[in-house]
């Protein structure tokens, strides 16, 4: 029986299911998948990968495509283990996507990257906060139509609310898209904005609450995250995170996406390809559905949920703070693999995002990002616009009847057509 073996469990290693195939990896030397032939034994490894496992869920196949991703250890992170640092930037500057282990960690012992001070670095609560959300968001969406419709704010010109199946797009011919969202405000929820109308499932004490402490915790993440790629970039200190204030305004959100099982002989993009917008995106999933594009590749590659991990990606602002240097890479969610296809498939995400009037050009200050300048010939023509009216021209032109060539964003002139 084919094994996992110690160098793929642990956290540095790239998470591929035993046997499964995988593309050849933007960092070759961590993608080694070893078999054994060997007789079948019940080892603390085992017993690891098992871990990994949603028990309750169909399995995700072993004969996709997975991408390449780290896994990295928030525990690590937290306390500044220099390989976990150094996977870290790698992650983010190759691929711009990983996994993050959250199990087993309840409270930072340090605080230097958290400036908020209201937001505790707690992967295990912020496990159990996803858990819950998982379960409010089933009952939000089995919602009427015609109630949850009443909180679509497209027309007044506001991305966050209700979008309904099919009302966005995943081309440039107009495709529908085969999923429903809802995104919902941190700034509503920690009391820095208005109260936007919600359905009264959303309204309640014990809802705001769950979802002030996901956000909090999520954003506790976010600014682990950025201050360690502040300090690898060289930038002078708290750079990233003050323009990532936890209450600073901004269009931070959370998203719950659902997407119903598609009939088998039609399957299309659930959700279009698209770079994120903002900063650090936070997203659990569980069933598989997410497929990211390798640089350089051809081929769409699954992204295999871990429990007890979430998965964080990089978005545009990243890229165009440090001239390119950190990656924000291309993804979409199709119709789950294998025996997960005939299973709702629903996932949660906290994108983080700089804060509204934050201009997205690049830093300055950073040795690093000013090397790259020189070597990209001096000053690239830096389109002058800010993190609100970016976020609103590429969310709203994703909408039906937007501007699609307009929704563009770093990934080039691949989705101009
Ligand atoms: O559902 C997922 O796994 C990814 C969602 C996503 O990419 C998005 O909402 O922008």
Not at 36 to 58: C, S, V
Not at 308 to 331: E, P, Q, Y
């Amino acid at each position: 029986m084919t094994q996992i073996t110690a160098s793929q469990l642990g956290t540095s290693a790239i998470a591929h299911p035993a046997g499964s195939k995988s593309v050849s990896a933007i960092v070759p030397e961590l993608h080694h998948l070893e078999r054994d032939a060997g007789p079948t034994k019940t080892t603390a490894l085992e017993e690891d990968a098992n871990d990994l496992i949603f028990q309750d869920l169909p399995p995700f196949p072993h004969d996709v495509p997975t991408a390449p991703l780290l896994r990295l250890s928030l525990r690590k992170l937290i306390d500044r283990d220099p390989q976990e640092e150094s996977n870290l930037w790698r992650a983010c500057c190759d691929l711009g996507f990983f996994h993050l282990d959250l199990r087993g960690c309840e409270q930072s012992k340090r605080d230097s990257f958290h400036q908020d001070g209201d937001g505790d670095l707690n992967g295990n609560g912020l496990l159990k906060d996803a858990e819950a959300l998982f379960h409010l968001g089933e009952d939000l969406f089995s919602l009427p139509s015609d109630v949850k419709q009443k909180y679509d704010f497209k027309d007044q010109g506001s991305y966050f609310g209700y979008k309904g199946l099919g009302s966005g797009v995943v081309d440039s011919k107009g495709t529908k898209d085969r999923n429903e969202f809802y995104n919902t405000s941190k700034d509503d929820h920690l009391g820095i904005s208005e109260r936007l109308p919600a359905p009264a499932i959303l309204q309640s004490e014990d809802s705001r609450a769950l979802l002030k402490s996901y956000m909090q915790r999520s954003h506790a993440i976010v600014n682990l995250i950025l201050g360690q790629l502040n300090s690898r970039l060289g930038l002078p200190s708290e750079t990233l995170q003050s323009l990532h204030r936890l209450r600073g305004v901004s269009g931070d959100q959370v998203r719950w996406v659902r997407s119903p099982p598609q009939p088998t002989d039609d399957r299309k993009m659930a959700l279009g390809e698209h770079t994120d917008f903002g900063s650090v995106t936070v997203l659990f999933n569980r069933l598989g559905g997410l497929q990211i594009l390798p640089p350089g590749g051809e081929e769409w590659c699954y992204v295999k949920p871990l429990k007890g991990h979430c998965v964080v990606n990089l978005g545009d602002a990243m890229v165009k703070f440090t001239a390119g240097i950190l990656r924000s890479n291309i993804h979409r969610v199709v119709n789950p693999p294998g025996q997960q296809g005939d299973s709702t498939r629903m996932s949660l995400v906290y994108f983080a995002r700089p804060e509204d009037e934050v201009l997205l050009k690049v830093l300055e200050g950073g040795d690093m990002i000013d090397e790259k300048r020189r070597q990209q010939g001096g000053g690239v023509d830096e389109e002058h616009i800010t993190a609100k009216e970016w976020i609103m021209r590429r969310a709203m032109g994703r909408r039906a009847g937007g501007d699609w060539a307009k929704s563009a964003g770093t990934e080039g002139d691949r989705l101009k057509q």
